[in-house]
């Protein structure tokens, strides 16, 4: 069974254009997860438009919107499974307006693939998604440099790319010795899941041991608890029911917890999982708990339960370290969007612009600026209108990231850095 393999989220990320959802798509066809006649009625659709290069990259883009475009939008969860792990692929859009789901794609991901077009290199994207993939958590990368087949496998090419990705890893703090980088043709499979015949010069691991040999990510367990309401439920005969994901933590019965920003506690009667008692529940559980003496009224959604002696951090102001990725104008101090952070959603008040930082490199350019726009780095405090927990993302990463939205986009994400409790 599947289930008996570990599971990893996978991020594919990289400039437009460079072949990510081929890339996805092949990767997808060559570990089984997709029936050939799948792919042959793609490439019949696909060579009808006169567009025969995009049978794999449709296995991603089942939206209709996606095919006419041409573009990758949403992030498609699609599943596939290697020796040692079943994957799940968060497919990130490389296009700019694309990049909030890249943020919210990014976040849940364990590891990262970067797919570089081997004829154009890097690209503003191509760093873009590097920088953040850094920002957001991600510690484990590998490099496919793509359309090899339209560089006639180049050795000479395959590594001038590898050179200029290399520099740029390095300024943000990876060891490119540590990052296995790969020559593909995503289109025609080559390195995929066997080593291809075109690239005799190449000797390293194909795609898919590159994927075997990621480390599993340690489960949270030994953090404290931490379980973001999603919703609670009244159920007759029971009582009140929060549901939620356990992020961090384990929660036995019989444990004495809280529930942050309101401080209603109690013991925990039961703990249910997919409509089974279980006698504890782990990070990556989506569990539903009752806890005796807590009424309908003590507990909703974006609050946070916790161990009562440990319980969730409520800020009364913190610090955070955001990237601004789209905003008609300038952000000044006394900006209020709404922040969303696990699950909850709340308008929070820039009251200080303290740092401006370079982008690429994470430098601080310019202290207590007078403005940032898209595209600035920077260091601001924030104070929530009401009540909000979050954790700094060195203690708690689970709950250390936020997104900030306004005007029904996503205006820039961050991480906390510290927090003043209320």
């Known amino acids: 069974m599947a289930a008996d393999k570990p599971h990893m989220n996978l991020a594919v990320i990289g400039h437009i254009d460079h072949g990510k959802s081929t890339f996805v798509g092949r990767l997808m066809y060559d570990a089984g997860a997709v029936p050939p006649h799948i792919i042959d009625k793609f490439r019949e659709e696909a060579k009808q438009k006169g567009k025969e290069s995009f049978a794999f990259a449709w296995v991603m883009d089942s939206l209709k919107e ?48 970067l797919v570089v077009a081997a004829p154009d290199g890097v690209m503003a994207q191509t760093k873009e998604h590097i920088f953040l993939s850094r920002t957001l958590g991600i510690n484990q990368l590998i490099v496919a440099v793509n359309k090899m087949d339209a560089v006639e496998y180049s050795e000479k090419r395959y590594k001038e790319v590898v050179e200029q990705v290399s520099g740029i890893l390095k300024m943000i703090g990876f060891k490119p010795s540590e990052i296995p980088f790969v020559p593909t043709s995503a289109f025609y499979g080559d390195n995929i899941v066997k080593n291809s015949d075109k690239t005799p010069w190449y000797k390293g691991p194909t795609m898919m041991d590159t994927l075997n040999n990621l480390k599993q990510p340690e489960k949270p367990s030994t953090l404290p608890l931490r379980v973001p309401v999603e919703d609670a439920y009244t159920i007759s005969g029971i009582g009140t029911v929060p549901v939620g994901r356990v992020e961090t933590g384990v929660m036995k019965k019989g444990d004495k917890v809280v529930f942050m920003p309101g401080g209603a506690g109690g013991e925990v009667k039961s703990i249910e999982m997919h409509h089974e008692e279980i006698p504890q529940a782990v990070p990556g559980d989506n569990i539903g708990w009752n806890v005796r003496g807590i009424g309908k009224n003590d507990v909703r959604r974006g609050d946070v339960c916790g161990h009562a002696d440990n319980p969730p951090k409520v800020a009364d102001e913190f610090v955070g370290q955001i990237v601004v990725l789209q905003h008609p104008s300038a952000i000044t101090a006394g900006y209020t969007p709404v922040f969303h952070a696990h699950t909850s959603q709340i308008a929070c008040q820039l009251i200080s612009l303290d740092k401006k930082l370079d982008p690429k490199s994470g430098q601080v350019k310019e202290e207590n600026p007078t403005f940032i726009k898209a595209g600035d780095a920077a260091i601001v405090t924030i104070k929530p209108t009401k009540p909000m927990v979050i954790e700094p993302v060195k203690e708690i990463p689970q709950l250390g ?19 003043k409790q209320k």
Not at 83 to 96: A, E, I, L, N, S
Not at 402 to 410: K, P
Request: hydrophobic share 40%; aromatic share 8%.
């Open 66 to 113: 996606e095919r006419e475009r041409g573009i990758t939008i949403d992030i498609a969860h699609k599943r596939f499974d290697t020796d040692k792990y079943y994957f799940t692929v968060v497919d990130c859009p490389g296009h700019r307006d694309f990049v909030k789901n890249m943020i919210t794609g990014a976040s849940q991901a364990d590891a990262a693939v």
């Open 401 to 419: 990231r936020f997104a900030i939205r306004d005007m029904g986009m996503t205006i820039a994400a961050g991480m906390c850095m510290s927090v």
